[in-house]
């Protein structure tokens, strides 16, 4: 069965920065992009980067792009959103989910993924 535990939210301060990991068991990770999502209160749940299988293709979408880094490490089985100068509106619960392929080439990778969601991992953002 297919798994994903996100962890390393928390709560920071406008202008901090925080790194989020995500480990995956139970499929054949390397075959998969991942992406990560984020649901903010009262709002739909959004995709906001993704990465290639093999870790060479990589998107953001306008809001995080020069703030936020992801990268994998798929012998670890890793996947993580570096986050740096943190705003407000970045408040969600976070979520990595895989891609139903192993690309990564833009806005239309992250619509389409598998219903595999972990539990999230909080962050909050003070203004």
């Known amino acids: 069965e297919a798994q994903l535990v996100e962890s390393g939210g928390g709560l920071v301060q406008t202008g901090g920065s925080l790194t989020l990991s995500c480990v995956a068991s139970?499929?054949?990770?390397?075959?998969?992009?991942i992406g990560w999502f984020r649901q903010a209160p009262g709002k739909e749940r959004e995709g906001i980067s993704c990465?290639?299988?093999?870790?060479?293709?990589?998107f953001y979408v306008d809001s995080v792009k020069g703030r936020f880094t992801i990268s994998r490490d798929n012998a670890k089985i890793m996947v993580y959103l570096q986050m740096t100068d943190l705003k407000p509106e970045d408040t969600a619960v976070y979520y990595c989910?895989?891609?139903?392929?192993?690309?990564?080439?833009?806005?239309?990778?992250?619509?389409?993924?598998?219903?595999?969601w972990g539990q999230g991992t909080q962050v909050t953002v003070s203004p």
């Open positions: 989910v895989p891609l139903t392929d192993f690309r990564c080439t833009g806005a239309g990778s992250l619509a389409q993924y598998l219903d595999v």
């Open positions: 990465i290639s299988s093999n870790d060479d293709s990589t």
């Open positions: 139970g499929f054949r990770f390397d075959d998969y992009a």
